[in-house]
């Protein structure tokens, strides 16, 4: 008697994952270590497909918070590429962590009815941001007189 509402509720979460989604966390580790604020936007995606729409919409928001690092870290004198290799060494320790969380949540997600995710798209929009942002930033940039 007992097992019933149980089982009911795994057919409720079974269904409510039914074609949604999820990056497997390969994909997600290597985006960590290609773009870290990418790699943990792609995990937030995955964390509110879940269900824990709160901590899926917190880590979806925190790349908004690793972009901004750069601005304030050049305004306290930080070098560009020093922040890159500081986000790369953390993008790799970020990655490897998730990569070992996630494999099983993936799964289990996998085999109520949700969908491997394509890990191309992601990988299209991040390179058509940076060309935006080389292309706003050569025509606003600060000018170069060569003399």
Not at 57 to 78: D, E, H, I, K
């Amino acid at each position: 008697m007992s097992s019933e509402p149980s089982q009911r509720r795994e057919e409720a979460a079974a269904q409510d994952l039914a074609g949604r989604r999820f990056y497997s966390p390969d994909v997600i580790a290597a985006y960590c270590v290609f773009s870290l604020p990418l790699g943990l936007f792609l995990h937030g995606l995955n964390v509110t497909r879940s269900g824990s729409r709160m901590m899926g919409y917190a880590l979806t928001s925190t790349p908004a918070a690793a972009f901004l690092a750069p601005l304030a870290a050049g305004s306290l004198g930080a070098k560009a590429h020093q922040l890159f290799i500081y986000s790369t060494y953390l993008g790799v320790f970020v990655g490897i962590g998730l990569l070992n969380s996630e494999g099983r949540p993936y799964r289990l997600a996998l085999s109520r009815g949700a969908v491997a995710a394509r890990w191309w798209p992601p990988l299209l929009w991040a390179l058509g941001a940076m060309v935006l942002a080389m292309v706003i930033a050569a025509v606003f940039g600060p000018e170069v007189i060569v003399e």
